[in-house]
Nanobody
Framework: QVQLVESGGGLVQAGGSLRLSCAAS????????MGWFRQAPGKEREFVAA???????YYGDSVKGRFTISRDNAKSTVYLQMNSLKPEDTAVYSC??????????????????WGQGTQVTVSS
């Protein structure tokens, strides 16, 4: 069982930055791919970013060049640095963990564990 707890959300003006953190309880954190997804009201869940066990990163088209995913295995934590935020980035952001030793994925259905989510609101 893996418990994930996000933090770092909040209200920011357009053009600003936020850093989200996701702390994992699992001792197997270092061998799990991790992902960030977001969901805005009335919209489907959207892939934001993923990071593999080895540190390879993947991004959704809408955030490329603005967001950066990273991980600190010593702290069992994955981060999402969000720069140049836009009002359309407003959503609940959730981190997710895949099974051990698997590849990173952009598909939400392939993640087994989810955090409760943290709200990010970008004002214009």
């Amino acid at each position: 069982q893996v418990q994930l707890v996000e933090s770092g959300g909040g209200l920011v003006q357009a053009g600003g930055s936020l850093r989200l953190s996701c702390a994992a309880s699992a001792r197997t954190f270092s061998i799990r791919p991790m992902g960030w997804f977001r969901q805005a009201p009335g919209k489907e869940r959207e892939f934001v970013a993923a990071i593999s066990r080895s540190g390879s990163t993947y991004y959704g088209d809408s955030v490329k060049g603005r967001f950066t995913i990273s991980r600190d295995n010593a702290k069992s934590t994955v981060y999402l640095q969000m720069n140049s935020l836009k009002p359309e980035d407003t959503a609940v952001y959730s981190c997710a963990a895949r099974g051990s030793m698997l590849a990173a994925s952009t598909r939400a259905a392939e993640y087994d564990y989810w955090g409760q989510g943290t709200q990010v609101t970008v004002s214009s």
